[in-house]
């Protein structure tokens, strides 16, 4: 194609001038479309927001004064056919205006070559209107260098169109220098997303975010090396320093880079996500719900997933089924299967098989394991187990183990156990131990068991507890106490509990309580309390609920509420029960029926029962039949019962 003009002549004309200072930065849409008009050096509809009378009085004007000669009205009207898709329209208007020096026509010009087709000559059109200051025009010809694979060129331009103020030339520099690893890509997302461009905003976000939990990752384990080098350290995390603090003059606080980047990278995820970027909104929900903010969480996961974004669909689905809500969960766990997402297809197997709908969990697993994710082999193993079909249950362990999926390998052990193939056993034993799904003694001691060397077992589990090994010390610990034998269990579950685990401070407790139970009004404190005691503060509800109810057999109410409710309020249901009978006796039985309430909406069947008696006690007759269905569901036994009876009198009552 024929270039029309003299690009020297066009250059030296001085006609190019510079568009107005105010008018370079204004907000920008997220394409990276280079099309601009006369006034401005990004893509803006003149006629945009007009409305359409006015837009085709504006066009008929633009188009008189074009044919009188205006070389801007040329160069508008243009740029309104070019968007419009008239390219045979809008190319002899646009090479008017550039020969009459029209710097936007120029680059428009390029924009219209480059969609015929004709990148090179696009190129050269870019190039003398960004050499004449065009900033648009700099943000083309650095995207053109880029795809021709000549990345100086494209970081030269690219850089004169982010340095101009450009959002979509800071946004393209960026993306270049992030793709070299190159630290300087954070300062040119962040100038674009200063200047509303949604996606710099979240690539932000994403830079700032894993910053953060890189930091924690180092500061996870710089945690763990110190507890190799003091043993009998309780392993907490500690909160990270900033590097460098020190050159800076003094360390910060700890943990304040970490909590910085967090906040800033969420306010970036908000601000991308208010402008409808669907995955900043599903890293958003993410990064609240880790935070324990689960309804913000969901208000961001949902919108995310109305915007078609799986991931956000799943989450979406989780949150629900931590709610109760499972009906409304199989929903959104449909859509994002239906879109390939693994995980959900597994959610929705385990869904249908809690249901008792194998045939129906068996397809969605399949169509986990279709997309890629190999839990679905591992659950497909599962189901079959259950259903007691052993020869596809191994096939679907197999092919999961080889997968190198630990637990599948763990589980396809076990089944060669069962069937006394301990030879078979033994090498996915010592996979799944390598691959740290279990400690591997633990494993091994198993198989020995398996064998009915339990003297060969527990030197195994001793082995793996005597490195340090505080969960190992644990099992060795259950173990020992399933054979009875409480004086060595005792000492691995000191051993357990001195390294911070609650789990085994709890069972210490538990084994000690059955020693030197505690005497009713006795003012002292047991050693199985104190136990208990720090189970309880490291937040182990059973060890609470204990706590409370030793304090309640001693009569020290006060205390005994005080633990039940932070039992309750941690979500156990036995202390939210126990909490209610204390209220109750001491006469507030409207908030004893609150914690009822919540205990029987976890499945507690006594709370049930006794809130279906305060129903039947107020007249609430089928309040209270709702509640004796809830308690026979829950049972135990003798509380089903009992509540199977005053439902058939309410029913009577009922019916009368």
Not at 177 to 189: A, I, K, P, Q
Not at 227 to 235: F, I, L, Q
Not at 408 to 422: E, F, H, K
Not at 475 to 490: H, P, W
Request: aromatic letters at 6%; proline letters at 3%.
């Amino acid at each position: 194609m024929a270039l029309m003009g003299d690009k020297a002549i066009l250059l030296e004309s001085g006609r190019f001038a510079d568009p107005p200072v105010d008018e370079r930065v204004p907000a920008v849409p997220d394409s990276a479309a280079t099309c601009e008009d006369t006034n401005a050096d990004l893509a803006i509809d003149p006629t945009a927001g007009m409305p359409a009378a006015q837009a085709s009085e504006d066009e008929a004007r633009h188009r008189r004064a074009a044919e009188a000669g205006s070389a801007e009205s040329m160069s508008v009207l243009g740029a309104l056919l070019l968007r419009r898709g008239d390219l045979d329209g809008a190319e002899p208007l646009l090479r008017a205006a550039t020969s009459a020096g029209d710097r936007a026509g120029a680059n428009n010009l390029g924009v219209l070559l480059h969609q015929r087709g004709y990148a090179d000559e696009a190129a050269g059109w870019w190039r003398i209107a960004a050499v004449a200051g065009s900033a648009a025009a700099a943000h083309a010809l650095g995207r053109h260098y880029r795809e021709c694979g000549d990345e100086p060129s494209a970081e030269y331009w690219l850089r004169q169109s982010a340095e101009s103020g450009h959002a979509l030339g800071a946004y393209a520099l960026a993306d270049l220098l992030e793709h070299r690893s190159d630290v300087g890509s954070e300062r040119w997302f962040r100038a674009a997303a200063d200047q509303g461009h949604r996606e710099a905003a979240y690539r932000l976000a994403r830079v700032l975010d894993r910053r953060a939990h890189d930091a924690a990752d180092r500061d996870l384990m710089g945690a763990e090396l110190g507890d190799r080098e003091a043993p009998g350290a309780g392993g907490v995390r500690a909160d990270g320093v900033r590097r460098g603090a020190a050159a800076e003059g003094g360390a910060l606080p700890d943990g304040e880079a970490d909590r910085d980047a967090t906040a800033e990278a969420e306010q970036w995820y908000r601000q991308a996500a208010a402008r409808g970027h669907r995955r900043a909104a599903l890293y958003l929900g993410t990064l609240l719900e880790e935070r324990g903010e689960a309804k913000e969480a969901g208000r961001w996961y949902l919108t995310a997933a109305k915007d078609g974004e799986a991931r956000a669909a799943c989450s979406l689905g989780f949150l629900l089924r931590d709610a109760g809500d499972t009906d409304s969960a199989a929903i959104w766990w449909r859509r994002a299967a239906q879109k390939g997402d693994g995980n959900a297809a597994n959610a929705l197997g385990a869904l249908h098989a809690d249901r008792g709908e194998p045939q129906t969990a068996e397809r969605w697993y399949r169509a986990a394991l279709d997309a890629g994710d190999v839990n679905g082999a591992y659950n497909l193993g599962l189901l079959c187990a259950e259903q007691a079909r052993t020869p596809q249950a191994e096939q679907w362990y197999r092919r999961a183990a080889y997968a190198g999926h630990r637990e599948a390998a763990n589980a396809l052990a076990v089944l060669l156990l069962q069937r006394s193939d301990a030879a078979g056993a033994e090498p996915w034993f010592s996979k799944a131990a390598e691959a740290g799904s279990v400690d591997a003694a633990f494993n091994l001691g198993i198989l020995h068991a398996s064998r009915d060397d339990d003297r060969t077992a527990l030197q195994w589990y001793e082995r793996a507890a005597a490195a340090g090994h505080t969960d190992a010390a644990l099992q060795v610990a259950i173990a020992l106490l399933r054979d009875g034998n409480e004086q060595d269990a005792e000492r691995h579950l000191r051993c357990a509990a001195g390294g911070g685990s609650a789990e085994a401070a709890f069972r210490l407790g538990a084994l000690l309580e059955r020693r030197q139970r505690p005497e009713e009004g006795d003012g002292g404190t047991t050693e199985c309390e104190e136990w208990y005691e720090r189970a309880a503060e490291q937040g182990h509800r059973r060890a609470q609920v204990r706590c409370g109810m030793i304090a309640a057999f001693r009569g020290d109410n006060a205390e005994a509420a005080r633990w039940y409710r932070i039992a309750a309020e941690a979500g156990s249901r036995n202390g939210a029960f126990n909490l209610g009978l204390l209220l109750a006796r001491e006469g507030s039985e409207p908030e004893a029926a609150l914690w009822w309430t919540r205990a029987a909406s976890a499945g507690h069947g006594r709370a049930a029962l006794r809130l279906a008696l305060l129903a039947a006690r107020r007249g609430e007759l089928a309040e209270a039949q709702h509640w004796c269905s809830r308690a026979v569901e829950k049972g135990p036994p003798e509380v089903a019962e009992r509540a199977a009876r005053l439902r058939d009198a309410l029913q009577q009552e009922l019916t009368a």
